[in-house]
C-alpha cells in the first residue's frame, strides 16, 4: 500500500526519530533535517511534551514534510497525536485498533512487526507501511525472505540500528527506507550536529542512487 502523504521521490527514504526532543527545541532541529533533505519527521510520545512538539512542527513545516508521531500506543494516542497535526503515526508493535482507528483519521499507520504473522496482521486492518522493529537484530537477509511472501505493495521500513552506514543494504534488500534514531538525534544535541548527521545520510543515500545507476 501507498502513503496517503508522499513527500517525493526525490527525497531520501529516512524518517527521523527525535526521541527525547523538546517543544523549545523542536523547531531548530527540524529545521538542521529538512534542510539537509530529510523529510519524515517523528516525535515518539515518551518524549517530553510531544504533542507540543509535534504541533509545532506541523504549523512551522507541515507544507515541507511529513510530520508524525512514534510509540503511539493507544487508539486515544491517535486521536491526541492527529488533533495535534500529525499525518503519520509509528508503533513499536501491531494493534490492529490502532491501525484502523490511525486509516478511519486518515494519517499513514506504520505499524511495527517482527514476523510474518505480525505482518500480515497489520496489513489486513488497513497498515499504509510497515516497519520491522528491532531490526538489527535479525538484518538484511531476514528482510530478503520476507519480501518473498510479502504483497509487493507492502513497503517495509528498517527501524533500530540503522543508520548511513546500512542504508544502502537495506534498500538492496528490499526495504522503502530506513528509521533512524540515535544515530542521527539524540536529547539534547545541537541543531549543527543533527544537520551533519543528516546530511551523511543524503549522502549516503545519493551514493546508493549512482550506484544504481551506473
Known amino acids: 500500500m501507498t502513503m496517503k502523504h508522499g513527500v517525493g521521490a526525490a527525497t531520501p527514504p529516512v524518517i527521523a ?4 526532543v523538546t517543544p523549545t527545541d523542536a523547531i ?8 539537509s533533505g530529510i523529510r519524515m519527521l517523528e516525535v515518539p510520545l515518551n518524549s517530553p511534551q510531544p504533542l507540543e512538539s509535534i504541533a509545532r512542527l506541523a504549523r512551522t513545516f507541515g507544507e515541507q514534510a ?20 500529525a ?8 494493534d490492529p485498533q490502532v491501525i484502523r482507528r490511525t486509516v478511519e483519521l486518515g494519517l499513514d499507520s506504520f505499524p511495527g512487526f517482527f514476523t ?4 500480515f496482521t497489520a496489513l489486513g486492518a488497513g497498515a499504509t507501511q510497515l516497519k520491522l522493529f528491532p531490526a538489527v537484530t535479525v538484518g538484511t537477509a531476514y528482510l530478503k525472505a520476507l519480501r518473498e511472501i510479502l504483497p509487493r505493495t507492502a513497503g517495509v521500513w528498517a527501524v533500530g540500528g540503522t543508520g548511513a552506514h546500512d542504508l544502502a543494504d537495506w534498500l538492496e534488500a528490499g526495504a522503502a527506507g530506513i528509521g533512524v534514531g540515535g544515530a542521527l538525534y539524540k ?12 546530511q551523511a545520510l ?6 546508493h542512487l ?3 545507476r551506473a
Do not use: C, K
Open 66 to 85: 511529513l510530520i508524525g508521531a512514534g510509540t503511539v500506543l493507544t487508539v486515544r494516542d491517535v486521536e491526541e497525536v492527529a488533533a495535534a497535526g
Open 17 to 20: 526519530i527525535l526521541r527525547g
Open 187 to 198: 536529547a539534547g544535541d545541537a541543531a549543527p550536529v543533527v544537520r551533519e548527521r543528516a
Open 28 to 35: 531548530d532541529i527540524g529545521a538542521a533535517l529538512i534542510d
Open 87 to 94: 499525518r503519520l503515526v509509528v508503533s513499536p508493535n501491531t
Open 202 to 207: 543524503h549522502a549516503a543515500w545519493a551514493r
Open 210 to 212: 549512482a550506484t544504481r
Open 116 to 119: 510474518a504473522s505480525e505482518a
